[in-house]
C-alpha cells in the first residue's frame, strides 16, 4: 500500500537524500498512520465496552495515542522542511528529531495511564464477555499494527528517520499488548481465571519500554551523536581518491536534521604544491563531497614536508611509544621548531574518551621516550577529544608541518 502511495505521490522517490522526498515519505506515512490507529481505536472502543474488558478499552486508548503521535510526526516532518530563515540559518530539520521526542513522551504518558486503570481492575476485578465479533477486532488488530510496523520500520530505514522507527517500535509493541489482550480473553471466556487486570499491566509495561526506546532514540541526535562510520567512510574515500592529498584528520560533523549536515576537515597536502592549484584542489573536493553526500564540507589545508630525516625519526619514534601506551592512540600535525638551547617537537594528539585524566602520564612517558634519544627534545601536545577526530588517516609515513617559529610551552597553534 505505501508503495503504491509512493509511486503515486512522491516524485523521484528513491533520492532518499533530498529533504524534500523525505519529508514527503514522512508526510504520507503520518497520513497512513493516523488513518489506521483511528479506525484501531474506534473498533477497540466498541469491542472493550461489550465485553467489559478493562485491557481492550485500554488497548484503545493506546491506538488513539498512537493517532496523536502520528500527528505530531506529520508536523514535524512538514515543519522540519521549511526553508531557512534569518532566526535559523541552518534550516528546521531538527524539529523532526523533536516531533520524534513529543511522541516518546505521549507513549510514556498513555503507557502510565494505561497501569492505573490496570491496577484499578485488579483490585477490582469483573468478568469479561468474549464475542466473535470481539476476537476479531483484537485479531484484525494485531494485523494491522504488523503491517503498520513493518511499512514505518522500512521506511525509516529507507530515508534515515529515528521518528519513523521509534513509530515502528510502538506499532510492534502494540502487536504484542493486543495479543497478549486476546490471550487474557480467551483465558477469563474458557476458564474461571479472571487476568484482565494483569494483562492490562502487560500492555502498559511494553507500551512504556516503547516509549522509553523511542525517546532514547530522538534524544541522541538532538544531545549530538558522532557521525555514523559508514558516513566517515565515505568521506575518506572521497577525500582521498585524489592522488596529491597525503592525508586526513579532524573530521568534525554538525548535524541540523537529515540531510541538513556540515563537516569539516583538515586535508594534507605537499608544501611543495603550488597554492593556486591546491585551493583549486580544495574546492573540487568540497564540490564533489556536497554532491554525492549532500553535505557542505569546509576544507582546511595543512601543508607538509616529506623529505627531513630527523623529523621521520621522530615521528616513528613517538608513534612506537603512543602505539605502547594505547593502540587506539594516534596523532596528528607533528612538527619540530629548532632552536639553539632545545628543539621543541609539537603535534596533537587524539585522547580516546576513557583515557581523559591521563594527559600527564601520557605526555611524561613520550617526552622521557625522547630523551632517550640523547637530543634536547621539548615535548608539546595538544591533547584532542576523539569525537573530534572520527577520521584520521595519512597516507605517507613521513610528513609533518613545515617549521614554524618558536613557539612558548604549551602554545597551541590555530
Known amino acids: 500500500m505505501i508503495s503504491l502511495l509512493a509511486k503515486k505521490f512522491i516524485k523521484n522517490r528513491e533520492d532518499v537524500t533530498s529533504p524534500a522526498v523525505r519529508q514527503a515519505y514522512g508526510m504520507l506515512c503520518g497520513i497512513v498512520g493516523i488513518g489506521f490507529n483511528v479506525l484501531l481505536f474506534a473498533l477497540k472502543l466498541i469491542a472493550g465496552t461489550l465485553s467489559g474488558s478493562i485491557a481492550i478499552t485500554a488497548d484503545a486508548f493506546n491506538n488513539l495515542s498512537d493517532a496523536g503521535a502520528s500527528i505530531v510526526t506529520l508536523l514535524g516532518f512538514k515543519l522540519a522542511g521549511q526553508k531557512p530563515d534569518p532566526e535559523h540559518p541552518f534550516g528546521h530539520g531538527r524539529l523532526e528529531y523533536i516531533s520524534g521526542l513529543i511522541v516518546s513522551m505521549v507513549i510514556l504518558l498513555m503507557g502510565i495511564e494505561l497501569a492505573k486503570s490496570a491496577v484499578e ?42 521518528a519513523m522507527e521509534a513509530t515502528a517500535m510502538d506499532s510492534l509493541s502494540d502487536c504484542a499488548a493486543t495479543a497478549a489482550v486476546l490471550a487474557a480473553t480467551l483465558i477469563g471466556h474458557f476458564t474461571s481465571l479472571q487476568i484482565d487486570g494483569w494483562c492490562g499491566i502487560v500492555v502498559a509495561a511494553l507500551v512504556l519500554w516503547a516509549g522509553i526506546q523511542a525517546a532514547r532514540d530522538t534524544i541522541s541526535p538532538l544531545l549530538g551523536q558522532p557521525p555514523a562510520p559508514e558516513f566517515v567512510q565515505r568521506i575518506e574515500e572521497i577525500v582521498l581518491s585524489s592522488p596529491v592529498v597525503q592525508g586526513i584528520h579532524d573530521l568534525i560533523v554538525h548535524d541540523y536534521g537529515p540531510g541538513r ?138 610528513v609533518t608541518e613545515p617549521p614554524v617559529p618558536e613557539e612558548p610551552s604549551g602554545a597551541r597553534r590555530e
Open 121 to 162: 481492575k485488579i483490585l477490582h476485578p469483573e468478568a469479561v464477555e468474549f464475542t466473535l465479533l470481539t476476537g476479531g477486532i483484537l485479531l484484525a488488530s494485531i494485523l494491522v499494527k504488523l503491517y503498520m510496523y513493518l511499512y514505518n520500520r522500512a521506511v525509516g530505514k529507507k530515508i534515515g528517520s529515528a
Open 261 to 398: 549536515r556540515f563537516a569539516s576537515v583538515h586535508v594534507e597536502l605537499d608544501a611543495r604544491e603550488d597554492v593556486l592549484e591546491a585551493h583549486e584542489l580544495i574546492d573540487s573536493i568540497e564540490r564533489d563531497v556536497t554532491k554525492k553526500l549532500r553535505v557542505e564540507l569546509v576544507v582546511h589545508y595543512d601543508p607538509v614536508v616529506t623529505d627531513d630525516a630527523e623529523l621521520s625519526a621522530v615521528r616513528q619514534r613517538v608513534e612506537g611509544v603512543i602505539n605502547a601506551i594505547d593502540p587506539r592512540l594516534s596523532f596528528h600535525d607533528l612538527r619540530m621548531v629548532r632552536g639553539r638551547e632545545h628543539t621543541n617537537v609539537i603535534f596533537d594528539l587524539v585522547l580516546p574518551f576513557d583515557l581523559r585524566g591521563e594527559e600527564d602520564a601520557i605526555r611524561r612517558r613520550i617526552s622521557e621516550a625522547l630523551h632517550a634519544e640523547g637530543h634536547h627534545y621539548r615535548t608539546i601536545i595538544t591533547f584532542d577529544s576523539e569525537a573530534f577526530n572520527d577520521i584520521h588517516t595519512r597516507m605517507e609515513a613521513d
